[in-house]
């Protein structure tokens, strides 16, 4: 009896611990940099002739939030465009191992290595399917 209780007792710890988790990570001080794009904006301007299309008039509408966790900014976009209509969504974080200088949007690799490593996308430029335009056509450099 001594050992059936012994073992039930072990088996209660063993359970309790494996259970256990560790705490949440939280967000640095230097994400809250980010609380500045959290909100809704509008924007109007012109685009400008090229290969996504002709140029003309053009407003998009931002509805951007902390994600839960509030590592993210998450941002809802509609827009309208000489060319069409649209929507959208984008997040924005913070690369605490990036160097300090490193220009945001260089490559977008962090992007699509962010979205490959959780199984919601890919890193093969091959593999990406762009509507309405080749791979090629579509990107842009964001040299700050």
Same mark, same amino acid.
């Given at each position: 009896?001594?050992?059936?209780?012994?073992?039930?007792?072990?088996?209660?710890?063993?359970?309790?611990?494996? &259970?256990?988790?560790? !705490?949440?990570?939280?967000? $640095?001080?230097?994400?809250? #940099?980010? @609380?500045?794009?959290?909100? *809704?904006?509008?924007?109007?301007?012109? &685009?400008?002739?090229? !290969?996504?299309?002709?140029? $003309?008039?053009?407003?998009? #509408?931002? @509805?951007?939030?902390?994600? *839960?966790?509030?590592?993210?900014?998450?941002?809802?976009?509609?827009?309208?465009?000489?060319? $069409?209509?649209?929507?959208?969504?984008?997040?924005?974080?913070?690369?605490p191992q990036a160097r300090k200088g490193t220009k945001p949007f260089v490559t977008c690799d962090n992007t699509l290595l962010l979205a490959e490593g959780h199984g919601i996308g890919t890193t093969?430029?091959?593999?990406?399917?762009?509507?309405?335009?080749?791979?090629?056509?579509?990107?842009?450099?964001?040299?700050?």
């Open positions: 009896m001594k050992r059936a209780s012994a073992i039930a007792i072990a088996t209660i710890l063993l359970i309790a611990a494996a &259970s256990a988790q560790p !705490p949440a990570p939280k967000p $640095g001080p230097e994400l809250k #940099k980010l @609380d500045y794009f959290a909100g *809704d904006w509008t924007s109007e301007g012109d &685009s400008k002739p090229g !290969p996504m299309g002709p140029g $003309g008039k053009m407003t998009m #509408k931002q @509805d951007a939030k902390w994600m *839960d966790g509030g590592f993210f900014v998450v941002f809802h976009s509609t827009f309208k465009t000489a060319v $069409g209509n649209g929507t959208g969504i984008a997040l924005m974080g913070y690369d093969d430029l091959k593999r990406i399917e762009v509507r309405g335009v080749s791979i090629a056509q579509a990107l842009y450099r964001f040299d700050a």
